[in-house]
């Protein structure tokens, strides 16, 4: 990958709905927890602390409990770089021109290959044509292709989970038991869904099987988890760290050993794997251009790429606004992440209070447990 600093920008993608709601009541005489994330900016999954919910004849009584906010998704930051701009693909070999009319001087040619970029203008000429201004120069809006980033935010982890958590990956229809073939009716989980996981079982498929409600389990293959994880060794207790599954294709930003935000990630692709390791955040853009590949093989040109943490040389973890396509390996060996979720965690990380730290790993299912 090839990577050139560029100059920061105020424009952004307007922010999409995170919107989902998912009730779950697991029956037990003593914990009963319940989760609501309402479809607005900042809403979240609100959990009743088990610990604080008290029987009284026969039924659970929660009404003095204090609620804790375990779960939240991030509100929209002010003035963030992701407001208001609109992004898109160039088609192979369109024409730039120095001016938006009919007979202007051609600059260049688009390379064929994988290339986008924001409109930072757009105009319409005397015969009524569009044109868009990007990359610098003018071209016919209709080599132009508008793309909508993902609305996929992440969480804040506001306390302690006391169970894995993460989202689905895929639409599934639930299944009573593990290994249990789908019925009419039962209840479907969307991409992206937010889910724990309160039972782990092997099924009658010979498959690891997650109870993610009241008896709704789901293929271990259809969901992405996190768990909370000790603190790599070398890294002091105050240290802020990124946790980076490769396996499970999620992170995790870390002050010190407090988990205090989760997303999913894309990370490279088997030709261009990322690279596991304890690394060090040694350069921060805000935005800058990336561009690498062969033409006619697998060339790339991507503009304004926002909230940029290089780690690994020119590996960085950075928003992508090209996919939707979080929870698989999917880029030239960076970390692509979720735009909103990039937002986060670039501003979160200039607070740290040395050097960011990146850590690199693979997992397996035995390491989340369900307690």
């Known amino acids: 990958m090839l990577v050139w600093p560029g100059a920061n920008s105020e424009k952004g993608l307007a922010p999409g709905l995170f919107a989902y709601m998912l009730f779950e009541m697991k029956r037990s005489a003593l914990l009963f927890t319940l989760f609501l994330l309402v479809g607005t900016f900042g809403a979240g999954v609100t959990m009743v602390s088990a610990a604080a919910c008290v029987p009284v004849g026969g039924t659970i009584n929660c009404a003095a409990a204090a609620v804790v906010e375990t779960f939240s998704a991030p509100p929209p930051r002010a003035n963030s770089i992701l407001t208001g701009v609109t992004y898109g693909w160039v088609e192979d070999y369109s024409r730039f021109y120095e001016a938006p009319q009919p007979g202007a001087r051609r600059v260049h040619t688009s390379a064929p290959g994988f290339t986008y970029g924001p409109v930072e203008d757009r105009t319409t000429d005397l015969d009524g044509a569009e044109w868009l201004k990007v990359w610098g120069n003018w071209l016919p809006a209709r080599y132009y292709h508008e793309v909508e980033a993902s609305a996929f935010t992440g969480v804040l982890v506001n306390a302690t989970p006391r169970r894995p958590f993460g989202w689905m990956l895929r639409e599934y229809e639930v299944r009573a038991e593990p290994g249990a073939e789908a019925v009419a009716g039962a209840p479907t989980l969307q991409r992206y869904d937010f889910v ?86 040694w350069r921060t853009d805000l935005t800058t251009p990336m561009a690498g590949g062969v033409v006619g093989d697998d060339y790339y040109y991507l503009e304004e790429v926002p909230h940029n943490l290089f780690f690994d040389g020119a590996i960085a973890l950075h928003g992508a606004y090209w996919h939707d396509d979080f929870g698989r390996p999917k880029s030239h060996g960076c970390v692509n992440i979720a735009p909103r979720a990039a937002d986060w965690l670039f501003f979160w990380s200039l607070g740290a209070p040395g050097d960011l730290r990146v850590w690199v790993h693979t997992s397996h299912h035995s390491e989340f447990v369900v307690g």
């Open 196 to 281: 724990q996981v309160y039972e782990r079982a092997m099924g009658s498929d010979g498959a690891i099987w997650y109870d993610v409600g009241e008896n709704e389990w789901v293929r271990y293959h259809t969901v992405a988890l996190l768990t909370v994880r000790e603190q790599p060794r070398g890294l002091e207790a105050h240290e802020f760290w990124v946790d980076v599954d490769l396996t499970q294709q999620v992170f995790a930003a870390y002050e010190g050993e407090r988990m205090v935000f989760a997303g999913l990630i894309a990370s490279g692709l088997p030709r261009w794997a990322t690279r596991r390791g304890l690394f060090r955040v």
